[in-house]
């Protein structure tokens, strides 16, 4: 072995750009995640069993499908998503990625958005595509599906969002999954309202614009304050690590 | 200033001036909050429309009103525990956490009593009840977290980094409770329609409000000094505090 | 180059209610080799993580040349490189992969020299195997593999040798050596009996014995 660099100091104008640093943070998340496809599947499996449950447990008739329908598809997106979460950091943590991570001379919070988007490409998006077939076993009609796809399609980023906060918290806990669900449920309401409540509102044939800005505002808030939080959160967890 | 704020970073300096203050905190509340327990109990008039069990208003507001006070106040001190990474701070934090929780739990209790004669129901999914509920649920995580980790440093902060978040998220969190209990039952009665209130019952309120903000204060600083001297055992003025005492 | 890049001042750290170490101070100097040494539990890994910028708990001074590093994390990190305990290897990617990976935000690689260093570490041939087939000590070697290519002045190593065998732990040891007379400074903690030529020795106290 040899080391062919030479020793020398380097100037802050050659590090390497967020963009890049970003991209190659979430590609390699995609990756991971691929190799791994049952991990993939397994949050999208509970959201289908979830939504069964409701019509075995309360009633399986049309009319209280079709009322409580999008407010089902919320709940269980929102507890599936709940469940992928402890998956953000866990692993990159055991490994030792996430030091790495925390060193790299591009500001964490970017970094930490990276892999948030990356959580929601492989937990939030199969979701919103696998919506409209579990809005028709629940007999929403076309036009309430296609509302609901859209709150889901606005308001999973936001639930990813907020629960990489609470998983950079908990992160090495024991029992962290539940300490996270404690944490981040509260935080989810005012998103699984926004949700739920716009679709209510497209069945009742108002206009859903306002709603949708609305819903729209949320993710902005949580894009640009939530990857503060968790990196914030995740020098404190790893500091005791 | 800066030394000021330095010494008051120091639990011991902290120590002493709370065993100055609890007295005048305990006494001056109780005395506020009897006066305006009694009054508003015993001599304010009758709610035209409610009667008296209209009463318990002097309870039940007071406690909601201070359960989110004590969130705002925990969240200030999340902040100078974050940027001057002052102890003291995550000690309050500590200690108001459990007790912003009691008083929310009161606040949904006497709350339910209230709906019982009111609505005929005990429960009712009211947006105030259902905001406090969430708040309850806040205090719970900020709790359960700081029980999570072990050492002393590292829980402040994430406590800290906690309390805030949830404090960005309670005035979210209290507009779309508000927007969905208008969407799903327009209300119907309010809890407290303060411009209507008679001036008899205002000011007992008032008094009892008071009085249990200083309550709440000398019971902080009692749960602080217990804190304090958990944390600082091993150091020599608690020893000798210890043996003072003792002897 | 003669200017410290790394100066602790009277560095103190308590851990779970223990103090670990306190009143530390010492220089990290270009072309420096420094081991930090001392019994299980007594603060090695603790003191390279807080050198590294990981751990926050502490007191004290650090200073990146000259100047307090908290100010210049950025330009801090950019010329540090730390392989800790955990050497930051995905066991679903490849060798490759993982080296791509790790230098992505750091410096722009190609991939020939990426596979270069990974010869270099003895894994020709494993190049593409997914790093959880490959053996503890290989697995190691991906991450050390770094150190063939990485150019940054301050190298914090933390139990580098853990798994390595001994023709390996011998080319380890000569990287190093080289690396400390091109300049490089290098702070590590090992529990290989590392007899290197004008070594700095850090020496935490702490631990009872046996």
């Known amino acids: ?130 919506a409209p077939l579990l809005g028709v076993m629940v007999h929403l009609d076309g036009n309430s599906i296609a509302v609901l796809c859209l709150t889901l399609l606005i308001g999973t980023p936001v639930l990813s969002l907020i629960g990489a906060i609470g998983a950079a918290l908990t992160l090495g806990l024991r029992s962290a999954g539940v300490l996270l669900s404690l944490l981040i449920i509260p935080l989810y309401i005012p998103v699984l309202i926004f949700g739920t409540g716009t679709v209510a509102a497209a069945a009742d044939g108002a206009s859903v614009g306002g709603y949708m800005a609305l819903l729209g505002a949320f993710l902005v808030l949580a894009l640009t304050l939530a990857p503060f939080a968790a990196a914030a959160a995740l020098r404190i967890s790893l500091s005791n690590s | 200033m800066w030394q000021f704020f330095h010494k008051l970073g120091s639990p011991k300096w902290f120590f002493g001036i709370a065993n100055r203050l609890m007295p005048w905190l305990l006494w001056g509340g109780a005395v506020l909050l009897l006066a305006g327990l009694v009054w508003g109990l015993a001599f304010a008039p009758k709610d035209y429309l409610q009667g008296n069990s209209y009463r318990i208003i002097f309870i039940h507001v007071p406690s909601a009103f201070l359960a989110q006070s004590v969130y705002i106040m925990m969240a200030v001190a999340a902040v100078v525990t974050l940027v001057w990474r002052m102890k003291l701070a995550d000690v309050f934090v500590k200690a108001a956490a459990p007790v912003g929780a009691v008083l929310t739990f009161l606040a949904l209790f006497t709350g339910a009593v209230w709906g019982k004669p009111t609505w005929g129901t005990w429960w009712i999914w009211d947006a105030r009840l259902t905001s406090m509920l969430i708040l309850l649920f806040l205090y719970f995580g900020v709790i359960a977290l700081g029980a999570a980790i072990s050492d002393e440093k590292s829980s402040a902060r994430a406590v800290a980094v906690l309390v805030l978040v949830g404090v960005v998220n309670i005035p979210i969190i209290k507009y779309s409770v508000e927007w969905w209990n208008t969407l799903h039952q327009p209300a119907t009665f309010k809890l407290t329609e303060k411009p209507s209130m008679p001036i008899e019952m205002w000011l007992p309120l008032l008094l009892s409000v008071l009085g249990l903000y200083l309550i709440f204060g000398w019971f902080a600083c009692l749960r602080m000094q217990t804190e304090i001297l958990t944390r600082e055992r091993r150091t020599r003025w608690v020893k000798e505090l210890v043996q003072a005492e003792g002897n | 180059m003669s200017e410290p890049l790394l100066q602790a001042m009277n560095l103190q750290c308590e851990r779970d209610d223990r103090m670990l170490f306190r009143d530390l101070s010492f220089s990290i100097l270009p072309g420096t080799l420094t081991r930090v040494e001392g019994p299980n539990g007594s603060g090695k890994t603790t003191l390279l993580r807080i050198l590294a910028g990981l751990n926050d708990a502490w007191s004290g001074d650090l200073l990146w040349l000259g100047k307090p590093l908290a100010r210049q994390r950025d330009e801090f990190l950019q010329n540090m490189m730390y392989i800790g305990h955990r050497p930051g290897i995905k066991p679903l990617l490849t060798p490759l992969e993982n080296l791509r990976a790790l230098m992505a935000g750091r410096k722009t690689v190609s991939d020939s020299v990426l596979m270069q260093a990974l010869a270099g570490t003895g894994l020709s041939g494993f190049e593409d195997v997914p790093c959880r087939r490959l053996s503890a000590g290989q697995q190691r070697r991906v991450a050390l593999a770094r150190l063939l290519i990485a150019d940054e002045p301050l190298w914090i190593l933390d139990e580098v040798f853990t798994a390595i065998d001994i023709d390996g732990v011998a080319a380890l040891e000569s990287l190093l050596v080289e690396r400390a007379r091109a300049g490089g400074a290098i702070v590590v903690t090992t529990h290989h009996d590392l007899q290197l030529p004008s070594m700095q020795r850090i020496s935490l106290g702490g631990g009872d014995g046996f």
């Open chain 1, 1 to 130: 072995m040899a080391s062919e660099a030479r020793v020398r100091l380097r100037p802050a104008h050659e590090a390497i750009g967020v963009l890049p640093a970003m991209k190659a943070v979430f590609l390699r998340d995609l990756k991971t995640a691929f190799r791994q496809h049952q991990d993939l599947l397994n949050p999208l499996l509970f959201f289908v069993m979830v939504v069964s449950l409701f019509p075995l447990g309360v009633s399986p008739e049309v009319s209280f499908l079709q009322q409580a329908g999008s407010g089902i598809l919320w709940v269980a997106a929102l507890l599936s998503v709940l469940l992928s979460l402890d998956h953000l950091f866990r692993h990159d943590f055991d490994d030792g990625t996430l030091e790495q991570l925390v060193l790299q001379p591009q500001p964490l919070f970017l970094l930490v958005l990276a892999k948030t988007l990356a959580h929601w490409v492989l937990t939030g998006l199969p979701l919103v595509l696998l």
